[in-house]
C-alpha cells in the first residue's frame, strides 16, 4: 500500500510568483486535504477536496485554490506569492464514506520559500 | 469556538522517565481526538485517535491517551521515554462530518540522556 507522496520536496520562488504543489493520495482513499504549517506553528487547514468538488474552506484569500483529479489526486496552486507564503504545505488523504471523513494521513510536506 | 489547547510548549523529560503532554478540549459536540507526532523536517504520523469508543486509547511506540469528558481532557502518556521520542506533538480536534482538522501549537519533547 502506497502512502500520501508530494512533490517537490522543495521550492524557491520570488514575490509575485505562481506556484503548483502537487498531491497523490493514499490508495483507496477519496478525500484530499491541505493544510499550511508556518514556521514553529501547527498546521492550518486550507481546504478538502472530495470527489473532484471542494468541500470546505479554511480562512485563506482565493488566491489559494486548488483540485482534485478522478484518480483522487490533488493540486495546490498558489497565485500573486507573498513573503507570508513560505511555510510547509501538507497534503493528507482520506476516505469520506456516510458523511463523515476517516482519519486524515499525512503526507511529507513541500516546503515553499518566498524570496 | 471548538479547539484544543495544549500546555507547555516545551517538555523535557529524562530518558526512561515518565511522558505526559497534556491537553484540553472545547467542543460543544462529541469530539473526535487525535494526537500527531511531527519529527524535524518531516510530515506528520498519526500516534492515536479517539472517535467515542473505549475512552483509554493506545496507540504506537508505546504511547496511549485516556478521554476524560469531566475534565475536556485528553493527555497524552508514555510510561518511560526514549530518546527517539524526541519530537513535535500536536493534538488535534475535528468532529463528526466536519472536513477539517483543527491543530494545537504543539509540544516540544526532549529527552535527556
Known amino acids: 500500500e502506497t502512502g500520501v507522496t508530494q512533490s517537490p520536496t522543495h521550492l524557491i520562488k520570488t514575490r509575485g510568483q505562481q506556484v503548483t504543489l502537487r498531491c497523490s493520495s493514499q490508495s483507496g482513499h477519496n478525500t484530499v486535504s491541505w493544510y499550511q504549517q508556518a514556521l514553529g506553528q501547527g498546521p492550518q487547514f486550507i481546504f478538502q477536496?472530495?470527489?473532484?468538488?471542494?468541500?470546505g474552506r479554511g480562512n485563506f484569500p482565493p488566491r489559494f485554490s486548488g483540485l482534485q483529479f478522478p484518480n483522487y489526486s490533488s493540486e495546490l496552486n498558489v497565485n500573486a506569492l507573498e513573503l507570508d507564503d513560505s511555510a510547509l504545505y501538507l497534503c493528507?488523504?482520506?476516505?469520506?464514506?456516510?458523511?463523515?471523513?476517516?482519519?486524515?494521513?499525512f503526507g511529507p510536506g513541500t516546503r515553499l520559500t518566498v524570496l | 469556538a471548538q479547539s484544543v489547547t495544549q500546555l507547555g510548549s516545551h517538555v523535557s523529560v529524562s530518558e526512561g522517565a515518565l511522558v505526559l503532554l497534556r491537553c484540553n478540549y472545547s467542543s460543544s459536540v462529541p469530539p473526535y481526538l487525535f494526537w500527531y507526532v511531527q519529527y524535524p523536517n518531516q510530515g506528520l504520523q498519526l500516534l492515536l485517535k479517539y472517535t467515542s469508543a473505549a475512552t483509554l486509547v493506545k496507540g504506537i511506540n508505546g504511547f496511549e491517551a485516556e478521554f476524560k469528558k469531566s475534565e475536556t481532557s485528553f493527555h497524552l502518556t508514555k510510561p518511560s521515554a526514549h530518546m527517539s521520542d524526541a519530537a513535535e506533538y500536536f493534538c488535534v480536534y475535528t468532529n463528526f462530518g466536519n472536513e477539517k482538522l483543527t491543530f494545537g501549537t504543539g509540544t516540544r519533547l526532549t529527552i535527556i540522556p
Open positions: 493528507a488523504s482520506s476516505l469520506q464514506a456516510g458523511g463523515d471523513t476517516d482519519t486524515q494521513y
Open positions: 477536496y472530495y470527489r473532484e468538488e471542494e468541500n
